[in-house]
């Protein structure tokens, strides 16, 4: 069964993290020196963030698709589908892009960490879900 409620909540999850992540307290001084970028050449954040919350939320409904079709139920169990996932299916792809684009790996270690770590939460959180 899928929980609005729970996407909801894993899409807000995936957010949050992602505010915390790219902000100067983690990994933001490091992702923008990543990307050779400053604040000011980013200019208005409004538009990625709407794509980021859109993202998030595609990212939510899938993992609530592939929850309810596993049977997967529990914090653990969720942790376990969640890692399988982002190191099995999402690090990978971004591996694939980094390389082919020339990124360099440190981008791709803040983007494939924030990725896999929000799959894994809005995994666990929906395998955990009160329904």
């Known amino acids: 069964m899928v929980?609005?409620?729970?996407?909801?909540a894993?899409?807000?999850s995936g957010m949050l993290l992602g505010a915390?992540?790219?902000s100067p307290l983690l990994f933001g001084r490091q992702w923008m020196a990543a990307i050779g970028k400053t604040?000011?050449?980013?200019?208005?954040?409004?538009?990625?963030?709407?794509?980021?919350?859109l993202a998030c939320l595609v990212s939510a409904i899938a993992v609530a698709l592939v929850v309810a079709m596993t049977g997967v139920s529990g914090v653990g169990?969720?942790?376990g589908l969640g890692l399988i996932l982002g190191v099995g299916v999402?690090?990978?792809a971004l591996l694939s892009d980094n390389l082919f684009c020339g990124w360099g790996l440190p981008l791709f270690w803040?983007?494939?960490g924030y990725r896999v770590s929000y799959i894994t939460i809005m995994t666990m959180l929906q395998a955990a879900w009160p329904w």
């Open 3 to 8: 929980s609005i409620s729970a996407i909801i």
């Open 10 to 12: 894993a899409t807000v």
């Open 20 to 22: 915390l992540w790219y």
């Open 39 to 53: 604040e000011a050449d980013i200019g208005s954040p409004t538009g990625p963030m709407i794509g980021s919350v």
């Open 77 to 79: 169990q969720g942790f």
């Open 90 to 92: 999402v690090a990978p």
């Open 110 to 112: 803040i983007q494939a």
